[in-house]
């Protein structure tokens, strides 16, 4: 199994950016497809973005197209999120996952590991 740990969260203002990083240690990262998912208080846990083991394909959520950036390097068993032009409805806890390649890449269960999360809150 894959054991992965966000960072880079953080407290910043409308308009600015953030980058996430997301390590992973144990089995090999680079036969995991990586997503991202995030969750406000009182809401669902949603899909923000998906990448492939490669890396040469990546899709994101309606909501975050334009301005998140999911990336990953796997020499260095990390997976990022570039997040710019943030918005206070960004505020939330963001999720890094890892899945098989089988199953849909934007359903949280399709998912097997989990980080624990790295709170990011954009003030107006």
């Known amino acids: 199994q894959v054991q992965l740990v966000e960072s880079g969260g953080g407290v910043v203002q409308a308009g600015d950016s953030l980058r996430l990083s997301c390590a992973a240690s144990?089995?090999?990262?680079?036969?995991?497809?990586m997503g991202w998912f995030r969750q406000a208080p009182g809401k669902e846990r949603e899909f923000v973005a998906a990448?492939?083991?490669?890396?040469?394909?990546?899709t994101s959520a309606d909501s975050v197209k334009g301005r998140f950036t999911i990336s990953r390097d796997n020499a260095k068993n990390t997976v990022y999120l570039q997040m710019n032009t943030l918005k206070p409805e960004d505020t939330a806890v963001y999720y890094c996952?890892?899945?098989?390649?089988?199953?849909?890449?934007?359903?949280?269960?399709?998912?097997?590991?989990w980080g624990q999360g790295t709170q990011v809150t954009v003030s107006s």
């Open positions: 996952a890892a899945k098989d390649a089988a199953g849909s890449w934007t359903k949280d269960y399709e998912y097997h590991y």
């Open positions: 990448i492939t083991r490669g890396g040469g394909n990546t």
């Open positions: 144990g089995r090999t990262f680079s036969s995991y497809p």
